[in-house]
């Protein structure tokens, strides 16, 4: 049965698209097939499998509209092992476009269904604010994946994200649940860090993975080569950290 998980936190620079391209790149290298949609108009997630954003035919906006069907959209990035439905700028314009339009938080739900079972696994890269696009993926997806850093104004975000993924469960979406908090950026030699984490743990209990993304530098370098930090580096701390993430994720009973 195919998972679809958001990449989600209403706060900016936690390493959403980090997570979701390298966690991508991992469950493809353990032998999953993956697909990674990018739901955000910067396009990150694009340039960082390898693919110019500028260049494409279709993207998720023409799927969100009805213009063109998933299938036509996809597309097979070279180097790193999963299938792309990419963006751009013209996401952007989806916002407006999409207030008019029949079932308008499902369109994503609606066009999946087509695929989602030629993959074990969907993730969805969201925007750092609750918007249309942000809630297409949260009524497409099974589950929440929150990566946050150990840092105070961090809780205060993790609080409203969760009051709004319990709203969109009781009114929208009674499949969507969080599935895990991902610990990233983490340093433990910062004593804040440790306490956040700790504080993490006794309130979500085993919601918080075992895993910890530490802070790196070639996570932060592989995007300017289009590759996610396990295909540029796969010997780093960083890559390691995320292939045992993505083995954590396939082996919890989810």
Known sequence: MTKIFCIA???????????????AASLAKLGQRVLLIDLDPQGNATMGSGVDKHSLPSTIYHVLLGLKPISA?????PE?????????????????????LERREYRLKDALLEVQHQYDY?????PPSLSMLTLNGLCSAGGVIIPMQCEYFALEGLSDL??????LHAHLN????????LRVMFDMRITLQQQVSDQ????FGDKVFDTVIPRNVRLAEA?????????????????????DFASELIHKKL
């Open 200 to 203: 993490l743990k006794a309130h």
């Open 174 to 181: 009674p499949d969507l649940k969080i599935i895990c908090l």
């Open 162 to 167: 969760v009051n709004t993924i319990r709203s």
């Open 80 to 100: 790193v092992g999963y299938s792309l439905l990419a963006a751009n700028r013209d996401l952007a314009g989806a916002e407006i476009e999409l207030v008019d």
């Open 122 to 126: 969907i993730l969805i890269d969201c």
């Open 223 to 243: 995007p300017s080569y289009g590759l996610p930090g396990v295909i540029y580096d796969a010997s780093s701390r960083g890559a390691k950290a995320y292939l």
């Open 9 to 23: 936190n209403q706060k900016g620079g936690v390493g959403k698209t980090t997570t979701t391209v390298n966690l």
């Open 73 to 77: 959209a996809i597309v097979q990035p």
